[in-house]
């Protein structure tokens, strides 16, 4: 059984398409968050998001928005795609906030921006 | 603000050699300490994660570090690296609000025979 599971694996769309990105975590965490990995494999944190808060890093663009159907999911919907969105997109959970706990993570996504 | 810092973004070593990456971080606040590795294509796992109990860590496959607190180090280290040690290893620390990590730009580890 998978513990995070992100679909697609890869994603190939022309500048100014919208896309979603779906992540599923089966492990009864309460937060989740969503990391983008770049060209020289430098992570950074995008949202983290639990039942209750959604906490937004300010240097993402309004363009990206996760959206949380439910506790065990939470996707990512990009409008108007860039070239400079390409990367790697990768879902994680944790228990809860607080820090200490370790963040499980999904397979990533790689999106390519034509 | 908290963040941490990778020194060598290349680290080469022959099977069975000792394994050390570096990784100093920078917090107001007592840290959070993890290290993750990253195979090709694929997701991070946790090797090991530093909580303010024992101050030498020990992880899995045979990887282990020691948070020093004089040093703000929290170097990993494996005493005989092999060929499948070889990966992106990442260090990171939880920021002060505990809603992310933030991480270190990452050491490549290259294991020859």
């Known amino acids: 059984d998978t513990a995070v599971s992100q679909t697609p694996k890869y994603l190939v769309t022309q500048m100014g398409n919208d896309k979603s990105i779906k992540c599923e975590q089966n492990l009864g965490h309460d937060t989740m968050y969503w990391y983008k990995q770049d060209s020289k494999k430098f992570l950074k944190i995008m949202f983290s998001y639990n039942n209750k808060e959604l906490i937004i890093n300010e240097t993402v663009p309004n363009r990206f928005s996760p959206k949380s159907p439910d506790k065990a999911h939470l996707n990512l919907h990009i409008n108007s795609l860039e070239l400079g969105d390409s990367a790697v997109y990768f879902c994680?959970?944790?228990?809860?906030?607080?820090?200490?706990?370790?963040?499980?993570f999904g397979p990533g996504t790689r999106l390519t921006v034509l | 603000a908290q963040s941490v810092t990778q020194l060598g973004s290349h680290v080469s070593v022959s099977e069975g050699a000792l394994v050390l990456l570096r990784c100093n971080y920078s917090?107001?606040?007592?840290?959070?300490l993890f290290w993750y590795v990253q195979y090709p294509n694929q997701g991070l796992q946790l090797l090991l994660k530093?909580?303010?109990?024992?101050?030498l860590v020990k992880g899995i496959n045979g990887f282990e570090a020691e948070f020093k607190k004089s040093e703000t180090s929290f170097h990993l280290t494996k005493p005989s690296a092999h060929m499948s040690d070889a990966a992106e290893y990442f260090c990171a620390v939880s920021n002060q609000a505990g809603t992310a990590l933030i991480f270190g730009k990452g050491t490549t580890l290259s294991v020859s025979s």
């Open positions: 917090s107001s606040v007592p840290p959070y």
């Open positions: 530093y909580t303010s109990a024992a101050t």
């Open positions: 994680a959970s944790s228990p809860r906030g607080g820090g200490y706990n370790e963040q499980f």
